[in-house]
């Protein structure tokens, strides 16, 4: 990756010389290369680095006219270095335009600006933007193509041209660094200028405007890890690879990650596992006649996190648990938990937890004692296996291939053997993209969120390659995995949640990203929306205290409440990209009764809270608005974590009464307006605000009245209040149900209105 103003930017293509085409066959190396660098003499002078030194330098020169040469004869590690400094010179020339104006570009709305804040303070999770296609205002391709909406305000287009037509004499340090086992896993690569006169681009790439790229490195070939100066390369292997399986041995070895965790004993361990003694025949068996699960062992079994799918016939009942406990076939089983069979031998257990068969199926009774265990069952687990890949229980993991993406692609470099001439293994220079958590089937579901959170350790199955996990040993930021690629980054759903400091303030914003992420997540059954989430709200509780509310906790009721559905379908900020509101997809309500209507519990779909989203901006201030009491029913008694049956909720404050207008036939971000009488005007109403509904309501027709419960002064553009709160329909002459949020422009129109007592189920 291209290192520029603390950011890793993808080095942009250096556009191919006019009237040349690369020569066949590619020359890649090329003889500058094999000559200057990728010599015998540089592998054998790395092999003599003493270990305790982390890194070792080489360099070479090379003038820009050999470098153009060699990219045309296609050289990819020419190439890759003609990308960084043409990229550099991009980047460079898009700084500069942005300084001449010192701002926003002129076309750019507040609205855009604020959203843009946000994404740059927000650059880590996710993780977590990844999935976004969008361009931001200064992406490289908004600055160089003639795209719709360009986002920067109409820049001068930048024209691509052959950087290395322009004179100039490069020196090219090379420093490899040694990551994870002494082994060298990162090259660096610094291009500087050496020409002292001239004034070009080329010439001025000195000092701070230098050319630094990043790789990492892996070798072919290798059987030993050990034995080798670089890791070893698996590319385009099959997730069950015997080379995957053993590197999950080896680290189990490693890392002792068997061991039991401190307070694995303290742990209320499954009812029921499944014996998976050698041979064909398996059994289920009943853990209270397991002496060693009671006997300083508690953490002696694997637990499978999976996605079930359609059709998982094969699951523990009433009808046929007798003969399951006496044993059955192993191909009687989906192969996912067929798979999981396999690496549960693998690594040396005898016993695996899944739920499908651990768990009497048709039994409330059974599910009722079982389904409160699961925070336990999965921190009591010695491994949790992940089947991130797959996309059912009858599909499996093992077989399916890996598919790394670049975004450098492998450059194939000749590793020459100590004392041979002859060419033993490639050396394999590359830049991995980051991991598309959309791309496992797994990370769209909504069970499975919380039992990887949950699990101490975790080996996870990903399109991507495996991924280990040890939460006694998480890497700082910016340090490598253990994995079976070492330089892969930490991913991030990969659980730092629980290893963050115990403050309040810390776990709340915790608990609410997690709640984010969760609400995104699709359930077969919409009843398991609470339970499906409940281990992990035990575990918060167990440190953040208060009581636990329908999916919110006590003391942060009231800004809890303030929660609005999140419009997936389209851009922020870009007003071309909005849907018309006939055609946006709405979620209907669950048919049965999963939680109260002031929960974010109560609808399906994302979820969004300012509290998380803007990080501080627009601060909240309450209007007059109070809790008098909130209570809960859960279905199961004492566990409060789980499913209810009822929820009431009653609250103080000003409400004022709006005709709903709901949009139609133009592009909008919410799904309706809200207006009132007009006094003395010409126009027979005022829009006031607007809303975002939170279902499908057969009720919010066309001109019914809606009441707007205020809960807070909020001003996210400085100098600018707005009014946000609930939108309630009611339910009889006594109940209100929440329909919506809302927000009004002004707070002139509350001025009048004295604070009521209102009940909302």
């Known amino acids: ?77 020419c190439t890759t270095l003609a990308d960084g400094i043409h990229g550099r010179v991009f980047l460079d020339a898009l700084y500069e335009q942005w300084n001449k104006t010192d701002s926003w570009p002129s076309d750019a709305s507040d609205d855009e600006r604020e959203v843009q804040d946000e994404e740059n303070t927000t650059h880590d999770e996710e993780e977590a933007n990844q999935d976004d296609a969008g361009n931001e205002w200064n992406d490289a391709s908004a600055f160089n193509d003639n795209v719709e909406n360009d986002p920067t305000g109409r820049w001068d287009p930048y024209e691509d041209r052959d950087t290395l037509a322009l004179e100039c004499l490069f020196s090219v340090a090379l420093s490899f660094e040694r990551g994870e086992g002494g082994l060298f896993t990162f090259v660096n690569a610094h291009i500087e200028s050496l020409d002292e006169e001239g004034d070009t681009v080329v010439r001025n790439l000195k000092g701070e405007r230098a050319v630094d790229l990043r790789y990492h490195i892996n070798l072919t070939g290798a059987t030993r890890l050990e034995a080798n100066l670089f890791p070893p390369s698996t590319i385009s292997k099959a997730l069950g690879s015997e080379s995957n399986l053993q590197y999950v041995c080896d680290w189990i070895r490693k890392s002792d990650a068997l061991t039991a965790s401190p307070n694995a004993n303290s742990l209320s361990v499954p009812r029921r596992l499944i014996d998976i003694s050698p041979g064909k025949e398996l059994r289920i068996v009943d853990t209270s006649d397991i002496p060693s699960l009671h006997g300083g062992q508690a953490n002696s079994f694997a637990a499978l996190s999976y996605v079930w799918g359609a059709n998982q016939n094969f699951i523990l009942l009433g009808q046929n648990k007798d003969a399951l406990m006496t044993s059955f076939d192993t191909r009687q089983l989906p192969q ?28 409330n009774e059974d599910k009722a004692q079982e389904l409160p265990k699961m925070r336990q069952i999965y921190q009591c687990a010695a491994i949790t296996i992940v089947a991130a890949v797959a996309k059912s229980a009858s599909e499996g993991f093992l077989h399916i291939l890996e598919e790394t993406e670049y975004f450098i692609d492998p450059i194939e470099i000749p590793y020459y053997l100590e004392g041979s001439p002859d060419v033993g293994f490639q050396v394999i220079l590359s830049y991995p993209a980051d991991y598309k958590r959309w791309k496992d089937p797994i990370n769209d579901r909504a069970w499975t969120f919380q039992e990887l959170l949950l699990s101490p350790r975790a080996i996870c199955f990903s399109y991507y390659g495996i991924e280990t996990i040890d939460r006694r040993n998480i890497p700082e930021a910016g340090e490598l995995t253990s994995g079976k690629d070492p330089q892969r980054p930490n991913l991030s759903w990969s659980g730092r949640m629980f290893t963050l400091n115990r403050e309040v303030e810390n776990l709340r914003q915790v608990w609410l990203t997690i709640r984010g992420e969760y609400s995104r997540r699709r359930l077969t059954y919409g009843g398991d929306k609470l339970v499906a989430i409940s281990a992990v709200a035990e575990e918060i509780g167990r440190s953040y205290g208060g009581r636990y509310l329908a999916g919110m906790w006590e003391q942060d009721l009231v800004m809890d409440l303030q929660w609005f559905r999140q419009n997936t379908e389209y851009s922020v900020g870009t007003s071309e990209s909005l849907p018309n509101a006939g055609e946006k997809r709405r979620d209907l309500r669950p048919s049965e009764y999963v939680a109260p209507s002031w929960s974010w519990a109560s609808i399906d779909g994302s979820i969004f809270d300012y509290t ?8 909240k201030e309450s209007l007059d608005f109070h809790i008098v009491s909130c209570q809960v029913e859960p279905v199961v008694p004492d566990f ?117 007592e209102i009940t909302v189920v």
């Open 1 to 77: 990756m291209l290192q520029y103003m603390g950011t890793r930017q993808v080095p942009r293509k250096n556009p191919t010389p006019e009237g040349s085409t690369p020569e066949s066959p590619i020359k890649s190396p090329c003889n500058l290369c094999l000559t200057n660098l990728w010599t015998p003499s540089l592998f054998t002078d790395l092999r003599t680095v003493p270990r305790e030194e982390v890194q070792f330098v080489a360099s070479y020169q090379i003038a820009t006219s050999d470098l153009r040469t060699s990219v045309i004869q296609g050289c990819k590690w």
């Open 336 to 363: 996912t938990i067929q798979d999981a069979v396999t690496v549960t031998r693998r690594i040396g257990l005898r016993y695996l937890w899944v739920d499908a068969l651990c768990i009497i199926q048709d039994s």
């Open 612 to 619: 998380v989203e803007s990080e501080g901006e627009g601060i």
């Open 640 to 756: 409060i974590y789980g499913a209810i049956k009822s929820g009431i909720l009653v609250v103080k404050g000003r409400v004022l009464s709006c005709f709903w207008r709901p949009e139609k036939d133009t592009p909008v971000e919410r799904d309706g307006s809200l207006a009132v009488k007009a006094q003395n005007e010409p126009h027979p109403e005022w829009k006031v605000g607007e809303a975002t509904i939170d279902a499908f309501d057969s009720e919010l027709v066309d001109g019914c009245v809606v009441d707007c419960l205020v809960m807070s002064l909020v001003e996210r553009i400085p100098g600018k209040d707005e009014v946000e709160g609930l939108m309630l329909l009611p339910l009889d002459a006594e109940r209100h149900r929440r329909v919506g949020f809302f927000k009004m422009y002004s707070l002139d129109f509350f001025e009048e209105v004295q604070p009521m």
